[in-house]
């Protein structure tokens, strides 16, 4: 049967939709190409899935009326739905909020409406984000933490999707997953992230901007961990229980670690050799001070063990970002 994911061009939708090839299955990618962030990066990730015999790419908005229920009626066999499309970025939502509203929230509607018309769908797994636990003080964060204080309106969408996921698990028993990822990094990583952002600074001998005067953690995840736990939870639909408990449910994924900022400055110092200029800068609008995932749910159901260290990743990811940048 055939997966169906959104945001395929993106960074954890191209490499889940890679390791979905890799163990045979049919992958129908989705993604407007939107230009928040290098459209040649996405069209190169894109590229590498389409040398799959059983990958397709189809170019939609989410957020149009029917676009994506149609495409859903026309592609036969789909039994598998992985929404991982989104707006991303916490202080982009400060300056363009209608962004949001569109991209997490309509598009969000638009698929689970195409799932609720879909005949024989197995299970609907979404992206949900750390950034839902807001003002929260408790860590690590739980997944039974309550999460009524969102500083973005980013968080906020976010949080909304889980509410309108539960929802339509609730009305249409369809098995539903939300996953909370954790700071994902790693190779063909998004160019707003801080592993992005800081390498290319100190390449270029700029400095880095380090917010909260550097006093900052946050639960660094590694993309090749990231990967395992979505497949497994995509593996394992939760099963249909008793009206007051619908088929739904929520992981945290994330590596378990609250790393201090200036420990991952100092990790990429020593991948790239090169000493970084920093540049202290109060708090952002929108932003906290610590993310730190407690996984013991996800390691529990889905057999969830990150283990790549802060060092190994950074290292991985600025081996990637020089080749990437020599071959263009």
């Not at 009326?65 to 598998?80: E, N, Q």
């Amino acid at each position: 049967m055939t997966v169906l994911v959104t945001g395929a061009a993106g960074f954890i939708g191209y490499h889940v939709s890679a390791a979905l090839l890799a163990r045979g299955e049919r992958v129908v990618g989705v993604d407007n190409l939107n230009p928040y962030y290098s459209v040649p990066l996405k069209r190169a990730r894109l590229k590498r899935l389409q040398a799959h015999r059983h990958f397709t790419f189809h170019r939609l908005d989410l957020a149009a009326t029917g676009r994506i229920g149609a495409l859903t009626k026309r592609v036969r066999g789909i039994d598998r739905v992985v929404h991982l499309a989104a707006q991303a970025g916490v202080r982009y939502s400060l300056d363009h909020p209608r962004a949001y509203v569109a991209s997490n929230l309509v598009a969000q509607l638009e698929v689970m409406e195409a799932c609720r018309a879909l005949k024989g769908l197995k299970h609907f797994v979404y992206a949900s984000s750390s950034s839902v636990y807001g003002g929260n003080t408790k860590l690590p964060f739980a997944e039974d933490d309550r999460v009524e204080t969102p500083q973005s309106l980013y968080a906020a969408t976010k949080r909304a999707d889980e509410l309108m996921a539960y929802c339509y698990a609730h009305l249409y028993r369809i098995p539903t997953t939300g996953l909370r990822f954790f700071t994902v990094y790693g190779p063909w990583g998004r160019p707003d992230m801080a592993a992005w952002l800081f390498v290319e600074a100190i390449e270029r001998g700029k400095p880095i901007k380090l917010f909260n005067d550097g006093r900052m953690r946050r639960d660094f995840t590694y993309i090749d961990d990231i990967v395992p736990g979505v497949i497994a939870a995509l593996d394992r639909p939760p099963a249909d229980g008793e009206p007051g408990a619908p088929p739904h449910r929520i992981y945290n994924l994330g590596n378990n670690r609250a790393e201090d900022l200036g420990n991952f400055v100092a990790a990429l110092e020593a991948a790239l050799g090169k000493t970084a200029k920093r540049q202290n800068l109060p708090m952002q609008k929108g932003d906290v001070p610590a993310t730190y995932a407690d996984i013991a749910a996800a390691r529990r159901d889905l057999g969830f063990a990150p283990r790549t260290t802060i060092d190994d990743g950074l290292r991985r990811f600025v081996d990637w970002y020089r080749d990437y940048h020599k071959r263009r």
